[in-house]
């Protein structure tokens, strides 16, 4: 049943196409609303509390590494800020075409342009007391903010639980060894420094994971001799449940 038409013209003859009213099942269906079952906030904080063993000793880890960076590099370049967010952070190839991006907190610039070249306004503030955790894809597939003395804190976050508790275990599964083979995480990165991203070419920068700029930030993450406290204790957790910690 057509409900008017269209009218047009071509090649100078007056043409009419009718409008067809549309199959009245399928104009239900677009208008019935589909109902799901709300996602549990609760439930997801209680799961994630449930893994703090991991979340605070990656954040203690983490907080320590990035500020030793964040001092050499205002060392070499004394400022009252940054212009743009510094490459402090971690990006770590992971199967499956994901990557999992750790970085500190950023409150970038609030100015473009200032008549005064000191005014604070033109110079972001890297907060290295936070750490961000984003595991990407082709798109965005889970965030999580951890600051001491708060929960992990939920981003973006899938609906599906199936899904959901999948890119949690990466998450963790990355976490924890990071915390206790940090050489063996970076040394998997053959293609790219985990810290900026660049291809790296060199043999020695290939079997390490970071390439020579990089090195002078980030080299301490392979080093055993000193922990934050959290870091130390999960550490020989595993070397009790084990009986083996790699680096020793």
């Not at 104009?27 to 991991?54: C, G, I, N, Y």
């Not at 999580?144 to 599964?173: C, M, N, S």
């Not at 293609?191 to 002078?216: M, N, Q, W």
């Amino acid at each position: 049943m057509a409900f008017g038409a269209v009218t047009f013209f071509q090649k100078g003859q007056r043409c009419s196409l009718p409008l067809g009213g549309g199959n009245a099942k399928s104009k239900e269906a677009m208008k019935r609303k589909t109902t799901r079952t709300p996602f549990d906030w609760e439930a997801w904080k209680q799961t994630l509390l449930s893994h703090h063993d991991v979340f605070d000793a990656l954040r203690e880890y983490l907080e320590w590494h990035f500020a030793d960076a964040e001092r050499i590099k205002l060392e070499e370049r004394p400022a009252p800020g940054y212009e743009r967010r510094p490459t402090i952070g971690l990006r770590l190839q992971l199967p499956e075409n994901m990557t999992l991006a750790i970085r500190p907190g950023w409150t970038p610039p609030r100015l473009r342009y200032s008549d005064d070249p000191a005014d604070p306004r033109l110079f972001g503030r890297l907060h290295t007391d936070v750490v961000m955790l984003e595991l990407v894809g082709p798109n965005k597939l889970m965030t999580l903010t951890l600051r001491e003395g708060e929960p992990p804190k939920a981003g973006w976050t899938p609906y599906d639980p199936g899904v959901r508790a999948t890119r949690l275990r990466t998450i963790l599964d990355t976490a924890h060894d990071l915390l206790v083979d940090p050489a063996g995480v970076f040394s998997r990165q053959a293609d790219k420094c985990c810290c900026c991203g660049k291809a790296l070419t060199d043999v020695v920068s290939r079997t390490r994971g970071i390439g020579p700029e990089c090195i002078r930030l980030f080299g301490s993450f392979t080093e055993f001799a000193e922990r934050p406290d959290a870091v130390a204790k999960y550490r020989q957790k595993y070397l009790k449940e084990t009986g083996f910690l790699p680096g020793r």
